[in-house]
């Protein structure tokens, strides 16, 4: 089965930027979307942006003016840029295919705060 390993994460100020990024273990190529998703606590976990084999994107109306997802298939690699970073940003991000899921990994935590 694919496994996903998040990276990127940390502590940032509001206003500041991240790049997180996916790396797979098997072949991203075979997903057809792939996407971020995120959990805060207490909520449910969310689907920040989308990504398919063709690069055809999709992003939630909160973060759709900052954020870009992008993917490069020969790398099995994806990335959630992450511009103008607010608090409520605040969650762990993990990747995964969208709808069918594999092994869900650790996630990256991401805190926006002063």
């Known amino acids: 089965q694919v496994q996903f390993v998040e990276s990127g994460g940390g502590l940032v100020q509001p206003g500041g930027s991240l790049r997180l990024s996916c790396a797979a273990s098997?072949?991203?190529?075979?997903?057809?979307?792939m996407g971020w998703y995120r959990q805060a606590p207490g909520k449910q976990r969310e689907l920040v942006a989308s990504?398919?084999?063709?690069?055809?994107?999709t992003y939630l109306d909160s973060v759709n003016d900052r954020f870009t997802i992008s993917r490069d298939n020969a790398k099995n690699t994806m990335y959630l840029q992450m511009n103008g970073l607010k608090p409520e940003d605040t969650a762990v991000y993990y990747c995964?295919?969208?709808?069918?899921?594999?092994?869900w990994g650790q996630g990256t935590q991401v805190t926006v705060s002063s």
């Open positions: 990504i398919t084999r063709v690069g055809s994107t």
């Open positions: 995964n295919a969208v709808s069918l899921f594999y092994t």
């Open positions: 098997g072949s991203m190529y075979s997903i057809w979307n």
